[in-house]
C-alpha cells in the first residue's frame, strides 16, 4: 500500500478540490490518502468533505483532526507517525499530480528495490493557468553507498530540489533511520532532504513529470514579490542553514563533504543577499551583524583548505564570513553583480 499524506491548512476551494481530484484518479489504488488538518479556521475541511463524497475510494480516505495548530514540520511527522503502507508520498493540499504518478514511481521503487524514488516537477502558474518546468531530472538509478549524495553533491553547478514532496518514500527506511521533520518554518523539508539523501543507498531519478507545484503571487514560496516581507521566512531559513552547518561536520571524511559545504554556503550567500537587497522591504530590516551571521563559515579556514574537493570555493565563502559586519551588504551586493 502506498500513503498519499497530505498536510491542510487553509486552502482554497479550487485548489484542495483539484488536489484530491488528482489523488483520487490515480491510476494505481492500493493507497490511502491521508489528511491532517492542522485546525484550519476557514472552510477548507468542508470542501475536503465535498470533494470526497464523488469518489468511490473516498472510504481510502483517513482525516486526522490536530487539536491545535503545530505547522507544517509536525502536520508531516503526524503523517509519519500515522502511515500503516509499505510507502509514503507527501504533497501540499495546494498542487496536484499525475494521474498515473503512483503507479509510476511504485513500479520503479519496486524494480530497483528503491529507498526513494523522485519524479519531475512542473508549475502551474495558477492566475495564468500556464504550465512549465521547474525540475526535470536524468533518468538514472543509484545502488551503491554514496553514490547519490556524490551526485547530488558533487558539482556545484547541478541543482538538486530541496523539496520533500513528489518523492516516493519506503517508510522502512525513514523510520530505521530515524529521519523526521524538525520545526523550522517553511525549511522544514530543506533540512530534512539534506539528511536524508546522504542515507539513501538506492535510489531512483526520473524525467516523467509526476507533480505539478501550483504558484500563486504572494504565496510563502515567493515572499519577495510582497510590497512588506516579513522577517520569518528568512530568519527560517538562516536559522536552518545554520543547523545543516554543524550538521555537516560529521562528515568530513566523506567524498561528498566538500560540495554539501558549498552547497550551504551557497544558501547561506543567498539568504544574506536577500537580506540586503529587500531590506527596505522587510517589516524590521537585518542588521549588519544578521546579515554577517547568515554567512558565517562552516569551519576554520586550515579546516577548509584540507578540504578534498571544491576546497578553494569553500575557502572564498569561509573568508567572506570573516568580513567586518559593516562591509558585508555592500560586498555581497558587488560579488552578486559579478556571479558567473
Same mark, same amino acid.
Not at 501540499?92 to 496536484?96: G, N
Given at each position: 500500500m502506498v500513503i498519499i499524506g497530505i498536510p491542510? $491548512?487553509?486552502? *482554497?476551494q479550487d485548489l484542495i478540490s483539484k488536489c484530491l481530484d488528482s489523488v483520487l484518479n490515480q491510476t494505481y489504488t492500493d493507497i490511502e490518502v491521508l489528511i491532517v488538518n492542522d485546525c484550519c479556521t476557514d472552510n477548507t475541511m468542508q470542501y475536503v468533505i465535498s470533494t470526497l463524497?464523488?469518489?468511490?475510494?473516498?472510504?481510502?480516505v483517513r482525516i486526522i483532526n490536530h487539536s491545535?495548530?503545530?505547522?507544517? /514540520?509536525?502536520?508531516r511527522n503526524t503523517i509519519l507517525k500515522e502511515a500503516r503502507g509499505k510507502y509514503l508520498f507527501l504533497m501540499?493540499?495546494?498542487?496536484?499530480i499525475d494521474v498515473q504518478t503512483i503507479e509510476i514511481l511504485l513500479n520503479q521503487a519496486e524494480l530497483n528495490q528503491a529507498e526513494a524514488v523522485w519524479g519531475s516537477i512542473a508549475t502551474h502558474n495558477f492566475e495564468k493557468d500556464e504550465d512549465g518546468v521547474y525540475f526535470q531530472h536524468p533518468n538514472m538509478v543509484f545502488s551503491e553507498k554514496e553514490a547519490l549524495g556524490i551526485y547530488a553533491f558533487g558539482d556545484s553547478r547541478k541543482h538538486f530540489p530541496n523539496s520533500v514532496w513528489n518523492i516516493l518514500l519506503n517508510l522502512d527506511f525513514i523510520r530505521r533511520n530515524n529521519v523526521h521533520f524538525e520545526s523550522y518554518g517553511y525549511c522544514d523539508d530543506y533540512i530534512f532532504t539534506h539528511k536524508m539523501l546522504i542515507l539513501i543507498t538506492k535510489a531512483v531519478l526520473l524525467s516523467k513529470i509526476t507533480y505539478y507545484w501550483v504558484i500563486r503571487e504572494g504565496s510563502q514560496s515567493h515572499p519577495t514579490e510582497r510590497t512588506v516581507i516579513s522577517n520569518k521566512s528568512l530568519k527560517d531559513q538562516f536559522v536552518a542553514n545554520t543547523v545543516l552547518k554543524s550538521f555537516c561536520k560529521q562528515f568530513k571524511c566523506k567524498p561528498y563533504y566538500?560540495?554539501?559545504?558549498?552547497?550551504?554556503?551557497?544558501?547561506?550567500f543567498f539568504t /544574506?543577499? *536577500?537580506?540586503?537587497?529587500?531590506?527596505n522591504n522587510f517589516? *524590521?530590516? $537585518?542588521s549588519n551583524s544578521e546579515i554577517k551571521q547568515a554567512i558565517s563559515p562552516i569551519d576554520s579556514v586550515i579546516s577548509t583548505i584540507m578540504i578534498t574537493t571544491h576546497w578553494k570555493e569553500n575557502l572564498f565563502f569561509c573568508l567572506l564570513g570573516h568580513l567586518p559586519? $559593516?562591509?558585508v551588504p555592500p560586498v555581497l551586493r558587488v560579488l552578486y553583480n559579478h556571479r558567473a
Open positions: 491542510v $491548512f487553509n486552502c *482554497t463524497q464523488d469518489y468511490q475510494l473516498k472510504d481510502k491545535k495548530n503545530v505547522g507544517i /514540520a509536525e502536520s501540499d493540499c495546494d498542487d496536484y566538500g560540495g554539501y559545504c558549498l552547497r550551504l554556503y551557497k544558501e547561506s /544574506a543577499y *536577500t537580506m540586503v537587497k529587500h531590506r517589516n *524590521t530590516p $537585518f559586519s $559593516f562591509l
